[in-house]
């Protein structure tokens, strides 16, 4: 029974692990791939199919991925990018042509770096001479490496170059399409790339991430809101810290920003709930922290995991399967 409940589940972790599979094989040798620009737009759409079907879940599984683990991340990290990007250009009322130079641009910011980035990852001794530099001018061959490729599309190709220039704060609307581009993409960069474990540091959590965007005022509220707007403050598929002395994992988005789908997979005394439990809208207990994945004392199984979210993904009779609720006797 148990297997036949999961297969959907399966199919969908199967399909993001193909999309990033998909999407490191691209970049990580760019020159040697016939038809480049076609098979990257073929990857958007994908992105665009599973995003569609049900954000919650895409956002489940990304924030999970993305805060678990450092193997395969430069892919990792242009998936996430991208996907935010996708979500965030509809809350912006961004013209559909600029919507598809964003997430191009998402995905292929660090073409030029794809094998350095995942080494630099997994790396804890300092960067090296060589490394810094290359990290430093990866915009800019970023870019002739596309023009390499045939790609003419000369917003996307700027918006690579500067896509980690910042820019004075100024109300989207304002500025001209490059601008809002960089604008942008440098906030999801940045962004996903703070709640994101290095061997050299612990990945934080998406709160801690809001407030550092916004230090020394280097990026504008504008996006910074949108993001909380669409994400929420406690995004799904990270964890947070309840009143009880319980730890969560967020499942879905809810009515508001501070107020997501949670269920209990660690209690009080620090040992593993198993089934989690599912807290209900109006008897749950109240979040008092974000939480950043390293934080967390115990070892959570990482396909587990993720099997919740893809319970999560298909309602209440799905999850009544894996989760007990609050006060249940235990199945």
């Known amino acids: 029974m148990h297997a036949r409940y999961d297969e959907p589940y399966e199919d969908l972790l199967g399909l993001w692990s193909d999309l990033e599979a998909a999407l490191s094989v691209l970049l990580t040798d760019p020159l040697r791939i016939p038809g480049f620009a076609i098979k990257l737009h073929q990857i958007d759409l994908w992105l665009q199919d599973l995003i569609t079907q049900d954000t919650d879940a895409a956002l489940y599984l990304m924030f999970q991925r993305a805060s678990s683990t450092t193997v395969g991340y430069s892919s990792s990290h242009a998936v996430v990018c991208a996907g935010l990007c996708h979500i965030l250009a509809k809350a912006l009322n961004l013209p559909q042509s600029e919507r598809d130079t964003l997430i191009h641009a998402s995905l292929t910011m660090n073409i030029s770096m794809t094998v350095l980035q995942n080494q630099l990852a997994e790396q804890r001794a300092p960067l090296s001479s060589p490394q810094a530099e290359a990290v430093k001018q990866h915009p800019q061959e970023g870019r002739q490496v596309l023009e390499r490729l045939m790609v003419r599309d000369t917003l996307w190709l700027e918006t690579v170059q500067n896509h980690h220039v910042v820019l004075p704060p100024a109300p989207l609307a304002q500025l001209q399409p490059l601008a809002r581009l960089v604008r942008i993409l440098g906030t999801v960069d940045r962004y996903a790339a703070l709640i994101s474990p290095r061997k050299t540091r612990s990945g934080r959590s998406a709160v801690e991430s809001l407030q550092i965007l916004q230090q020394g005022q280097q990026y504008a509220d504008e996006v910074k809101q949108a993001l909380i707007d669409v994400v929420g403050l406690y995004p799904p598929g990270t964890y947070v810290q309840l009143d009880n002395g319980e730890v969560a994992v967020v499942l879905r988005r809810g009515k508001t920003a501070e107020e997501p789908q949670i269920a209990s997979v660690i209690d009080r005394d620090g040992s593993s709930l198993y089934p989690p439990i599912w807290h ?33 993904s298909r309602g209440n009779a799905a999850l009544n399967r894996v989760i007990k609720l609050p006060g249940s006797q235990r199945r």
């Open 280 to 312: 209900l809208e109006g008897r749950r207990p109240t979040i008092q922290s974000a939480l950043a994945r390293s934080s967390l004392t115990l070892d959570l199984d990482l396909r587990s995991m993720a099997q919740l979210g893809g319970h999560s």
